[in-house]
């Protein structure tokens, strides 16, 4: 058996075509989509609903969804099949709905795409497997229908259809699917690795180099142990980072997948399915902590109140005006306190200082940029957070104010008693001082202009301007030193 084009695969028109939902119609699983809803909406009171399994699946599913309202037009769509389905609609074909979700919630899915002259759901049975085997022979016949499944528990459907056609065969679905007559594949297209790297955002660890900047500013780079602790939190913070990513796409399916780029995230698109992304997203918040433990106590205190500050962030700061921009500020900053915790390095409340105002300016790019992209007529409050259009001119002076006073603090540790202690000719530091202020103000021109990211930091690690003035600023300090 090996993998077909949906084009032409069917030749009797007059045969039903009919088709699963879960995983099939769709890339994702209502059910799951549900059930992480629901722990969005209140974390905790979610394990007191546990008890509706004790009642069964059944029940469970309908108290579930009395809850929950899922966005039936965002959901992530399998568009081949689709297309395939509107085309032996278009032909006259009989196209029915089969899955073992609710029919109140199939139905309202069939409302987005009205192809289907019925829609079978759960009621008072799960249908599912035998279940939904039966129903379909009582309807249709032996080998009178054509299916459209992706589970193993379609096998009996598979057994009773005249040809079946699977969607994304698990390892043990393809073993079993070769002792039955009739199976053929449609789409062999599985979860690739490069999707994985893509949930986890390798780019952004890019942000973790921050962790050096304690090493790098007390001018201990060279020695061995602190440069190999220091390499293993930014691993450490890393995979905790990336554990945060993944949580925080799972907990914005809904709005990621009506912004015109996040949509096509791994898990917003359905590539990796909800149950790999808590998986993932598991393990890699186990690696963080054992490593973390493993360097010393109070590194893994500040990155378990990172993680906290990450978590509350994605449920609540995220949507406050002001709150979101100061609360992204402690996060940038946490990587810098993470690296001399980890090191033992002081970190002295003039670097402090300047990284508090450099990474406020810095949030208010990536909160200005976001506003300027967004249409009035878009859906702004819910996607922007409150922001108004009105509100670019405020963000845009503080942004530039803070980015200003970054600099004066720089300027005035130049003359500061610490400097003496670490460079031999601190005056030449006044030069950095000026790039600083080039750097700012190029940001934030980039950023009037409309061509900033939606990560300022990211963006300067491609900006071939900020490689110049920072390779200056570097040069100057190791110079001075």
Request: charged share 15%; glycine share 6%; net charge positive.
């Amino acid at each position: 058996m090996t993998a077909q084009k949906f084009s032409g695969i069917f030749t009797d028109r007059g045969v039903p075509l009919v088709v699963d939902l879960d995983g099939t119609l769709i890339k994702s699983d209502l059910l799951h989509e549900g059930l992480f809803m629901l722990i969005k909406k209140n974390p905790i009171i979610f394990f007191q609903y546990l008890v509706w399994l004790l009642k069964g699946k059944v029940y469970f599913k309908k108290q579930l969804f009395k809850l929950v309202h899922l966005k039936y037009h965002l959901l992530p769509f399998n568009q081949e099949i689709l297309s395939f389905l509107q085309q032996e609609s278009e032909s006259g074909r009989q196209i029915v709905m089969a899955t073992a979700s609710l029919t109140t919630v199939a139905d309202k899915v069939a409302e987005v795409h009205p192809l289907f002259s019925k829609v079978y759901g759960t009621e008072e049975i799960n249908l599912k497997g035998v279940n939904k085997a039966n129903l379909l022979l009582e309807e249709f016949g032996q080998s009178k229908f054509d299916y459209i499944g992706n589970s193993v528990a379609d096998i009996p459907v598979f057994i009773c259809a005249r040809y079946s056609y699977i969607v994304r065969p698990s390892r043990a679905l393809k073993r079993k699917a070769r002792k039955i007559a009739g199976v053929k594949y449609i789409w062999n297209s599985s979860q690739s690795v490069w999707d994985f790297i893509k949930a986890i955002r390798v780019y952004q660890w890019l942000k973790n180099l921050l962790i050096f900047i304690p090493v790098i500013t007390s001018h201990q780079f060279f020695s061995a142990a602190i440069l190999s602790k220091t390499l293993a939190a930014f691993f450490a913070f890393s995979f905790i980072a990336s554990a945060g990513y993944i949580f925080n796409d799972i907990a914005d399916l809904n709005s990621d997948r009506g912004h015109p780029k996040k949509k096509f995230r791994p898990l917003a698109s359905g590539k990796i399915s909800l149950p790999a992304g808590v998986i993932l997203m598991a393990c890699f918040l186990l690696s963080g902590l054992i490593i973390a433990f493993q360097l010393n106590l109070y590194f893994l205190i500040s990155l378990l109140v990172y993680l906290a500050i990450s978590i509350s962030y994605s449920f609540f700061f995220k949507k406050l005006v002001l709150y979101d921009v100061f609360i992204l500020t402690v996060l940038y900053s946490s990587r810098i306190i993470a690296g001399g915790l980890v090191t033992g390095i002081i970190i002295s409340s003039w670097l402090i200082a300047f990284s508090t105002f450099i990474f406020i300016s810095l949030a208010f790019v990536k909160r200005y940029s976001e506003l300027m992209k967004v249409d009035k007529e878009s859906g702004l409050k819910e996607r922007r957070r409150g922001y108004v259009p009105n509100d670019l001119i405020f963000l845009q002076t503080m942004g530039i104010g803070s980015g200003l006073v970054s600099t004066v603090v720089f300027s005035l540790y130049i003359d500061s008693p610490d400097v003496i202690l670490l460079y031999k000719h601190p005056k030449l530091l006044w030069i950095t001082s000026l790039f600083f202020l080039f750097w700012i103000s190029h940001i934030w021109i980039i950023t009037s202009r409309g061509r900033m990211t939606d990560d300022p930091i990211i963006f300067s690690v491609k900006d071939p301007t900020s490689y110049i003035v920072f390779a200056i600023i570097l040069s100057i300090m190791f110079l001075a030193t």
